[in-house]
């Protein structure tokens, strides 16, 4: 099986007082071409995760292995970054001074192509993410989401073989982050980039196809997303009203629903899920 990220033992930490483990001996494996999600409160180490697959940053111990790579043992890991991972961060981080293709031709300018050929490169790009005929524009001329296409379009100019997206939806209404994470499917289904995005949003989780959850720095549960309904379950049995029912009693304020004769099944259920 052919993997393209390996963590062994990963530990972040911060302070050099009341110290902050912002991740405690993660072990993670993502095989080559997955699509998956990175999910959890604030503070449970979902972005310090990313930065450190992405080289951004670096562990206190442990190990990143990424694309075959010992990632400590990298001596140039901006040209690491640059052939191997590419970034979809939820401010788009664009040049506003640039139009569309201009922002998507950034990144190539450090190869060795002609003006030519970036010029095609990042038209054949925006082609991919559904925005040809806006590659003329500003980014204050596109909406939320266009401009998070145009990102999009950019991490993906040097064909990473690893896309990493923190929250790539955090600003977006529901319909323009549904239509970002269709466009991310269909580049993982279409170019076979690897995926990972950090997510707190359940909804958003429930886009991909294996669901990696942190708490307090640790994984919790890593498992592929079997049945979004199944998803939904398991969301409303972490929920104070799943727990409380799980535990046998229906709060006060919607006992006139009727839950109590309804109990024993709703327990069975969540006691499955």
């Known amino acids: 099986m052919d993997w393209i990220v390996e963590t062994r033992e990963l530990t972040k930490v911060y302070g050099d007082g009341a110290e902050v483990r912002a991740l405690d001996g993660v072990n993670l494996t993502v095989q080559e071409g997955e699509f998956l999600a990175v999910m959890g409160p604030s503070g449970s180490g979902k972005s310090t995760l990313l930065n450190l697959l992405g080289a951004l940053d670096r562990p206190t111990s442990g190990e990143v292995h990424v694309a075959g790579e ?4 990298v001596r140039n890991l901006d040209r690491f970054r640059s052939r191997t991972v590419g970034f979809v961060f939820q401010l788009h981080n664009l040049i506003p001074t640039l ?9 190539l300018r450090a190869g060795h ?3 030519r050929a970036r010029r095609e490169r990042a038209e054949a790009l925006l082609t991919l993410v559904g925005l040809a005929e806006r590659a003329d524009h500003l980014p204050a001329q596109l909406s939320g989401g266009e401009r998070q296409r145009v990102a999009i379009a950019r991490a993906l100019a040097n064909e990473p073989r690893l896309l990493l997206a923190d929250e790539p939806t955090g600003n977006l209404d529901s319909t323009s982050g549904a239509e970002v994470m269709a466009m991310l499917r269909k580049l993982n289904q279409e170019q076979g980039t690897t995926v990972l995005v950090v997510t707190h949003d359940p909804a958003v989780a429930r886009s991909t196809d294996r669901i990696v959850a942190l708490h307090d720095g640790r994984i919790v549960r890593d ?3 079997e049945n979004p309904y199944l998803e939904d379950l398991r969301e409303f049995r972490s929920s104070a009203l799943g727990q409380a029912l799980l535990e046998g009693r229906v709060p006060q304020e919607i006992q006139e629903l009727g839950l ?6 709703i327990q069975s259920v969540l006691a499955r899920v």
């Open 260 to 265: 109590q004769s309804l109990l024993p099944g």
């Open 113 to 115: 192509l002609s003006r």
């Open 70 to 73: 010992r990632l400590a043992e």
């Open 99 to 107: 139009t569309s293709r201009e922002n998507v031709e950034v990144p």
């Open 223 to 225: 498992e592929p997303l």
